[in-house]
């Protein structure tokens, strides 16, 4: 079957995880915090970003590869965390780390997923990022960083923007608690969508494997406090300073948004930021993540990555555009992955790169990069 004939768009596949997937674990994956202004503020502020295109240029064969930390990536895009991917996908986090290791691109591994680093590091390829949300005990965090340097991930990714838990109330409303407790009205949900049944049935149901191994007994929490918050710090500078001169490699700061962070991040030594309003999960008041890039590009030399309501390689030009280096996908890689299964990560990438190559191709640019130079003013 040809799938872009059947799924040309990440629409299209989003449409049929909609289709495969439990309510409960579709308001997991889908939903955000309070009444989603923030996760629609991302949509709205990437569409009101506009280029001209051009005319007479000839045919241009584009150069898609991008450099970020010393190393040189395929395409300009990454998968971005996800806590408990197994539950969107049985066997989420080995798929997707096959597909970035497959067409060279950079996967992320959640400190809340629902495998380990050493169960995923035989997926992995040599552009695998580990995420740490900061636990609160300094034995765990020296473990944790250990653990993930042995299992082969180079990259360290700090999470600075979850303070406190988000409310999350369509998540809550679904009736989804964590881990995951298959009562009689989720039970109910699961026999309607029997491809994930039968899948989740093979691989059982998931948890947040990392964390169970330190948090012990811990059990019943709501949807969005999980154990993972019994054991987490909210962390300050003298926080990040300790992981900085405890983590033996890059390490790139998640949840930046405002440019006097981003210009003191630099000067305590971090290696890259990461712009991000947590996909309208976590603040619905937080302005659009591309709104803030501007601001960060200029307050900042270190490369910038960027995630929240990315959805088509146009998109990924319009952050090129404003500044950013890499951009990241967390929401659309597991549409993908419920949609399609194995083949869905694949799938995704290729409607990204055929994307971008079709808007480049419009705009006459040779690189991503090149997108600064079609904007429009506004």
């Known amino acids: 079957m040809d799938l872009h004939a059947k799924y040309p768009a990440l629409s299209d596949l989003r449409q049929k995880a909609r289709k495969r997937l439990p309510t409960f674990v579709w308001e997991f994956l889908d939903s955000a915090t309070g009444e989603?202004?923030?996760?629609?503020?991302?949509?709205?502020a990437l569409?009101?970003?506009?280029?001209?295109?051009?005319?007479?240029?000839?045919?241009?064969?584009?150069?898609?590869?991008?450099?970020?930390?010393?190393?040189t990536y395929a395409l300009p895009i990454g998968i971005a965390p996800v806590g408990m991917s197994g539950l969107m996908w049985?066997?989420?986090?080995?798929?997707?780390?096959?597909?970035?290791?497959?067409?060279?691109?950079?996967?992320t591994l959640s400190t809340v997923?629902?495998?380990?680093?050493?169960?995923?590091?035989?997926?992995?390829?040599?552009?695998?990022?580990?995420?740490?949300?900061?636990?609160?005990?300094?034995?765990?965090r020296k473990d944790m960083l250990a653990r993930a340097k042995r299992a082969g991930f180079s990259t360290l990714v700090l999470t600075v923007d979850l303070p406190a838990a988000s409310r999350r109330e369509r998540q809550v409303r679904s009736g989804l608690t964590t881990p995951p407790r298959l009562t009689p009205r989720l039970m109910w949900q699961v026999a309607q969508r029997p491809a994930w049944a039968l899948a989740t049935l093979r691989h059982g149901m998931p948890r947040m494997r990392l964390i169970d191994e330190y948090a012990g007994?811990?059990?019943?929490?709501?949807?969005?406090?999980?154990?993972?918050?019994?054991?987490?710090?909210?962390?300050?500078?003298?926080?990040?300073?300790?992981?900085?001169?405890?983590w033996d490699g890059p390490l790139i700061i998640k949840g930046v948004m405002r440019?006097?962070?981003?210009?003191?991040?630099?000067?305590?030594?971090?290696?890259a930021i990461w712009v991000s309003n947590h996909a309208g999960r976590q603040f619905d008041a937080a302005p659009a993540s591309i709104s803030a890039l501007p601001a960060i590009r200029a307050a900042t030399s270190l490369p910038l990555v960027i995630d929240s309501g990315f959805e088509t390689g146009l998109d990924i030009l319009r952050a090129k555009a404003l500044g950013a280096d890499l951009v990241m996908l967390g929401r659309g890689f597991h549409y993908a992955l419920a949609a399609l299964g194995q083949a869905g990560p694949d799938h995704l990438i290729d409607i990204l790169r055929k994307d971008?190559?079709?808007?480049?191709?419009?705009?006459?640019?040779?690189t991503p990069s090149d997108a600064r130079n079609a904007l429009v003013d506004h």
């Open 356 to 366: 971008l190559e079709a808007n480049m191709g419009q705009m006459g640019l040779k």
């Open 217 to 246: 007994n811990l059990t019943g929490l709501g949807s969005t406090a999980h154990a993972g918050y019994q054991l987490r710090a909210a962390p300050d500078w003298d926080y990040y300073k300790w992981v900085r001169d405890h």
């Open 47 to 71: 569409d009101a970003i506009l280029f001209n295109p051009s005319i007479l240029h000839g045919e241009i064969t584009p150069d898609l590869t991008t450099r970020l930390l010393a190393e």
């Open 113 to 140: 997923a629902a495998q380990t680093p050493e169960e995923v590091a035989p997926h992995i390829g040599p552009h695998a990022w580990f995420q740490l949300y900061p636990p609160r005990d300094i034995d765990i």
């Open 90 to 107: 049985p066997g989420a986090e080995f798929l997707l780390a096959q597909s970035a290791a497959r067409l060279g691109i950079p996967y």
């Open 259 to 271: 440019a006097e962070d981003a210009a003191r991040l630099e000067t305590e030594g971090a290696d």
């Open 36 to 44: 989603e202004r923030a996760k629609a503020r991302n949509r709205t």
